[in-house]
Nanobody, 124 residues
Framework: QVQLVESGGGLVQAGGSLRLSCAAS????????MAWFRQAPGKEREFVAA????????NSSRSVKGRFTISRDNARNTAYLHMNSLKPEDTAIYYC?????????????????WGQGTQVTVSS
């Protein structure tokens, strides 16, 4: 059983940056693909970015491409989401997820384990 704990959220002005972290425990981290999803109030959870088990395969949504970067450190059992040029529409709860086949899927239902989420609020 994998446990995921997100951190790094907060309040930032538009144009600013944040780095989210996802610390994993309870499994072999390097076997899993990792992803970030987000959910804004009144909206469905949506895919943000994913990275495969080795870190060589990355998938990201069109809305964040060029602004957000996903990475992982298998030695530290941690995944990251580096967010630059933040916009008010990026405001959401950001969730970390792990997927046991190791492939960087963009489908919510492919993910086996989820964190509790961290709030990101971007003010205009």
């Amino acid at each position: 059983q994998v446990q995921l704990v997100e951190s790094g959220g907060g309040l930032v002005q538009a144009g600013g940056s944040l780095r989210l972290s996802c610390a994993a425990s309870g499994g072999t981290f390097s076997n899993y693909a990792m992803a970030w999803f987000r959910q804004a109030p009144g909206k469905e959870r949506e895919f943000v970015a994913a990275i495969n088990w080795s870190g060589q395969g990355i998938n990201s949504s069109r809305s964040v491409k060029g602004r957000f970067t996903i990475s992982r450190d298998n030695a530290r059992n941690t995944a990251y989401l580096h967010m630059n040029s933040l916009k008010p529409e990026d405001t959401a709860i950001y969730y970390c997820a792990a997927e046991s086949t190791g492939w960087a899927s963009d489908l919510l239902d492919d993910y086996d384990y989820w964190g509790q989420g961290t709030q990101v609020t971007v003010s205009s």
